[in-house]
């Protein structure tokens, strides 16, 4: 497979490219807006040609360019089937793998973070959104999160690939970038090793997170799998503007 793990600093998201060696045909998985023109220009210099974007789940934290990379460039938009989007074209379901050219990529439903939200498997490689992350996980406290529900997708389901399966997860805030199935179901300190169900729900309950700043605005935004709202404050324009180093279209 053709691969590239993506940056965008703005919400430490990494965005994920995965091509077909054989007909050039590309997928992102979780491409965000302010890096749409980059991402593209990777694809374009790689000879790859975008087919289809991929979002893991309704992002809180980042508004994703699934519509102006289909405007672009004509990728469809795949979602998961149980967020029942009007303006996807493809919608997920576990069970039925997605096709890239001769790439074959399998969505798990791992709910818990988001009650829809999906992982991929992809050969040798798990991208695992915002339900596992590199010695943590998604929070579970807003938008329909359940820890009860996390606990399961990720000891049940993602702790049972196996376990040289890379991990790639949809963010890192200290710049890690790649982990595995068995390093993250012996030491991941949320979710690892003897953890039952009982500490980590109680765990993720005493976490005291703050109010996500961007989440008004990115929850309809990627209800319209992409959509910036007006009138934005000042503050918060960055999520929409084309990020530092893109070629500006
Ligand atoms: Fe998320």
């Known amino acids: 497979m053709i691969f590239r793990q993506l940056f965008e600093p703005i919400s430490s998201t990494y965005t994920y490219l995965i ?9 992102l998985v979780d491409p965000v807006m302010p890096a749409w023109q980059r991402d593209l220009q990777v694809i374009n210099d790689l000879g790859l040609k975008l ?5 893991t789940h309704i992002h809180a934290d980042h508004i994703t360019s699934a519509s102006i990379l289909r405007r672009e460039v004509g990728s469809r938009i795949a979602i998961p089937a149980l967020d029942a989007l009007p303006c996807a074209d493809v919608l997920m379901v576990e069970g039925v793998p997605l096709q890239v050219g001769a790439l074959r990529i399998d969505p798990m439903h791992t709910p818990g973070h988001t009650d829809n939200h999906f992982s991929l498997v992809a050969g040798d490689r798990v991208f695992t959104g915002d339900a596992l992350l590199i010695d943590g996980c998604g929070r579970t406290d807003f938008q329909s999160g359940d820890s009860g529900l996390l606990y399961e997708s990720v000891r049940g389901k993602l702790f049972a690939l196996p376990g040289d399966t890379l991990v790639y997860p949809a963010h ?16 991941n300190p949320r979710l690892g090793g003897d953890r039952s ?22 929850v309809p935004g990627n ?25 500006q279209g």
């Open 19 to 27: 091509g077909c060696p054989a007909t050039g045909e590309a997928i």
């Open 51 to 55: 087919v289809m974007s991929v979002d």
């Open 172 to 187: 890192d805030y200290q710049g890690r970038r790649v982990s595995s199935i068995a390093q993250e179901r012996e030491r």
């Open 223 to 247: 209800k319209a799998c992409g959509v910036c709202p007006d009138g934005l404050p000042d503050h918060l324009a960055q999520y929409c503007t084309a990020m530092a180093g893109s070629p």
């Open 197 to 218: 169900l009982e500490d980590f729900q109680k765990l993720m309950a005493e976490l005291d997170l703050p109010y996500p700043k961007f989440i008004n605005h990115a």
